[in-house]
């Protein structure tokens, strides 16, 4: 009836279709997958969110396994086959269905229609278009094969037709393409409604995550004039300690024991760096020195911090509703964490007048507080600082916003992601305290470069000033003064 499917790679031998009656569908305890088609039926969209939809990880695994974007060949034959899937898939009994079945009776009806429409692919080229099929109506689409490759960091979408990722510090252009704004807007769609957000020319931007808590931005027109743009921020599934950053030359031996004693001393750490610099991933890994008897607060935009105490507890804040109200910020979070009983306040990025609030926070009792802050050098992160608290609307003189900043940071942590994509902390500078109304700080270690080499790395050493830390009386109360010496002398 179908035709025979070739399955070593070459050209199908067709068989003349017959006119008898149609093939029997595949079923699922008695329940087909797709219903005979009705003439007058609007064909159904499955590239919106369905109430199946499984966790990325299994998308990953079960759809491209992180293979190349998909051949001409394949593209063409998707081009033709999904108009005639749309009409016969019925999706109420296709959201009944496990996953694994679900893949079963897809690959049946595409074989159907393959036959049918005389269409010649391979079996490699059938299971490659399956899984496009599949990966389309359950995950992401054509972004499935770089969300299932560990190499890919940062994947950017700049309209239907041009798709940059970021391998190694470094982006490239990839093959991957979209069919038309329509469906890039339809995977972004589904990326905000997973968590209860939206996005529309109403709400033209977004942030959002992954299941995965990779961070997720979105703009479409008319404030993007090209086309939806999509930029992911990819979490790395391996947990990056500070022992995992020494060995990847990420800061010095020395460096990540006083940053581990800081953590411990619950030192109150901010965390300075460029956009892509991995703050937030150095954030994760200070907070692994956390004791897991502490209670902690997180409050972030869109939840990405994945610590691994038992007792967290996760904010997020909540985007203003189509009539302009129930907007949850930052700050809202922050004052109500107070109320929580936390033993420290992470603040996933400090933006705006929530910098207020947090230093109260650092100076009434919850010592060991963190959080990231977008500057170049400690200097500027101790002046944006400053902006942020004018930023709240409270009328304070200078003089007393730098003295509960001094009393509030006790050190900042300088990351930078360099020109050839290795990210290194370059400065650890400790807040010493106020000489008039300048705030003073020393540095504890910094990051001197000194060349490339023949492959493009950069060529430099970690140095320490053999300065005494200003913190060491801290250390000491935590029996840690010694190994901090030992650190830094």
């Known amino acids: 009836m179908f035709g025979r499917r070739n399955t070593g790679g070459g050209a199908a031998a067709q068989t003349v279709p017959q006119p008898p009656a149609p093939p029997k569908p595949p079923a699922m305890n008695g329940a087909p997958l797709h219903a005979p088609a009705r003439d007058n039926a609007a064909p159904p969209d499955f590239t919106h969110p369905l109430p199946f939809e499984r966790p990325m990880a299994d998308a990953a695994e079960s759809g491209a396994n992180g293979q190349a974007p998909l051949s001409?060949?394949?593209?063409?034959?998707?081009r033709r086959v999904q108009p005639v899937l749309?009409?016969?898939?019925?999706?109420?009994i296709a959201a009944a269905l496990p996953r694994e079945e679900l893949q079963r009776q897809l690959s049946d009806v595409v074989s159907e229609i393959l036959a049918e429409e005389r269409i010649n692919i391979n079996l490699t080229e059938q299971r490659a278009l399956v899984a496009a099929m599949l990966n389309d109506m359950l995950g992401l689409g054509p972004l499935e094969p770089l969300l299932a490759d560990e190499t890919v960091t940062d994947i950017l979408v700049n309209g239907p037709r041009q798709v940059y990722v970021e391998r190694r510090g470094k982006l490239e252009l990839t093959d991957v393409t979209f069919r038309d704004d329509a469906h890039v807007m339809n995977i972004a769609t589904r990326i905000v409604s997973r968590v209860g957000r939206r996005v529309d020319e109403s709400v033209p931007l977004a942030d959002a995550r992954l299941l995965d808590g990779s961070r997720v931005n979105i703009i479409i027109p008319p404030l993007a004039i090209d086309g939806p743009s999509i930029s992911i921020r990819k979490f790395s599934k391996k947990k990056i300690t500070l022992d995992i950053m020494e060995k990847q030359s990420n800061l010095s031996p020395a460096m990540a024991r006083v940053l581990k004693i800081a953590g411990r001393a619950r030192l109150n750490i901010l965390i300075s760096g460029g956009?892509?610099?991995?703050?937030?991933?150095?954030?994760?890994?200070?907070?692994?020195?956390?004791?897991?008897?502490?209670?902690?607060?997180?409050?972030?935009?869109?939840?990405?911090?994945?610590?691994?105490?038992?007792?967290?507890?996760?904010?997020?804040?909540?985007?203003?509703?189509?009539?302009?109200?129930g907007e949850i910020a930052q700050r809202d979070l922050v004052k109500n964490a107070l109320r929580m009983r936390p033993d420290r306040i992470i603040l996933g990025e400090i933006r705006s007048s929530e910098a207020l609030d947090m230093l109260q926070a650092m100076n009434t009792g919850h010592d060991g507080s963190m959080g990231t802050i977008h500057a170049n050098t400690p200097r500027e992160a101790l002046t944006r600082l400053e902006n942020m608290v004018a930023m709240s609307g409270v009328k304070l003189p200078s003089e007393a916003v730098r003295s509960q900043i001094a009393a509030a940071i006790q050190m900042i942590v300088q990351i930078s992601r360099m020109r050839d994509g290795m990210r290194r902390i370059v400065r650890i500078t400790e807040v010493v305290g106020m000489e008039g109304d300048v705030i003073t700080t020393q540095d504890l270690f910094w990051y001197e470069f000194k060349g490339e080499d023949r492959d493009g790395k950069l060529a430099g050493e970690f140095r320490c000033s053999g300065l005494r830390p200003h913190f060491t009386p801290r250390a000491e109360y935590f029996g840690l003064d010694r190994a901090l010496l030992e650190a830094v002398v």
């Open 72 to 78: 001409a060949t394949v593209e063409d034959a998707k």
């Open 86 to 92: 749309l009409k016969r898939l019925d999706l109420g």
């Open 275 to 325: 956009t892509g610099s991995g703050k937030t991933t150095l954030l994760n890994a200070l907070s692994r020195m956390i004791d897991p008897a502490e209670r902690i607060v997180t409050i972030e935009d869109a939840a990405e911090l994945q610590l691994q105490q038992p007792h967290v507890v996760r904010l997020e804040t909540r985007p203003p509703n189509l009539e302009g109200t």
